[in-house]
């Protein structure tokens, strides 16, 4: 975040920053939390967050865009404002959070960190990679003979399966990175380490780990389950180092195989790898970041999504029932994506010039047309003639989304005529 907010002020954008006191930035810093939670236990985390979130909110009427990236918290206030909502989602911790993400899903914008790493029940605007500092990391043409793993001492990191290559190929492996499983470690970690072959390092400060991955031959990320992104790959080639990897997640986002390492389906396969790495250059892994991964690149992605954004909510239309965007309008009809919001309900009503057929594209609700009473689902369609009294109403918990096909000899705002209205426009 704070790599964005500096790459954003120096396009000229005018950037508030939500977070710490003691936090650096060009931009505009605003905080009520002194530091990160983690530095002080004496901090009640519930209390700052509720703090931290209702700032932003409160304030929103100043600014044209909210980017959150505190997870789904925030989310709950974004109906409560005008301002246009985007969330990157990092991270999706637990099926039991979805509800949160899925309520929110028509009413505020979501970006991915990797196409790999969506969610089917969500929409997205786009997908974002992370951008890291390139000019902060050392490239090294010539590296040491050793192979490295660098990351958190886990089952899904597979630090066992590094071990396994390192020792079927007679290479030195490095181990680096802190101990989140202390009985792995213990049992297919620990009995492996002999301070020769396989060494491990601890948990290093940022500069020690720079050096460890510009020296080192490869990365090798034998991850066991279906990685977000991976940071710690791109940081690798980055300093040139190639790195070979499980075949899973986003890794085919990040590496380029056969070219700035490889992707392979299991230990035998990267055995075979190391073999080939004298066909990798280092060079060329550096380039590779310098052109997909740069902060740059980022801050053009993410300005794109705010323009994006911000386009669409000039073309939507609000009511106090929710809002519209009119997707085409041609001589005869008109097309519109309707959002009705949870409980809300358009006004009774009667068109004098026009016929409609309704799509429901997601949620439920209540139709009334004429005397009939009408329950829709996403899929479901009614067709309203001219002068049919009709109304809908959402009878759930999420956005009602619908598409209407207006045909007639006149599509203008003004041909209605209200019998009933619960915002007074009867």
Known sequence: MSLLTEGLVKRGIDVTLFATVDSHTSGKLHAVCPRPYEEDKNIHVKVYECLHISEVFERADEFDIIHNHFDYLPLTYSRLVDTPVVTTVHGISSRRILPVYKKYNNSTFYVSISDAYRCDELEYIATVHHGIDTGSFPFNESPEDYLLYISRIHRDKGTKEA?????????????????????????????????????????????????????????????????????????????GTPVIAINKGAMPELIIDGETGFLVNGVEEAVDAVQKLGSISRKKCRESVEIRFSVERMVEDYIKVYETILEKYRREEKRPWGFYEILTEKPGYKVKRITVLPQEEISLQRHAHRQEHWYIVSGEGLVTKNTDQIRVFSGDSVDLGVKEIHRVKNTGGQNLVFIEIAQGDYLGEDDIERFEDKYGRA
């Open 163 to 239: 071990i396994e290559v390192a020792k079927r190929t007679g290479m030195r492996l490095k181990i680096a990175g802190f101990i989140a499983d202390p009985e792995y470690f213990e049992n297919e970690v620990a009995p492996h380490i002999d301070s020769e072959q396989i060494i491990y390092e601890g948990h290093v400060s940022h500069q020690h780990k720079k050096d460890l991955l510009s020296h080192a031959r490869a990365l090798l990320h034998m991850i066991n389950y279906e990685e977000a992104f991976g940071l710690g790959v791109v940081e690798a080639l980055t300093c």
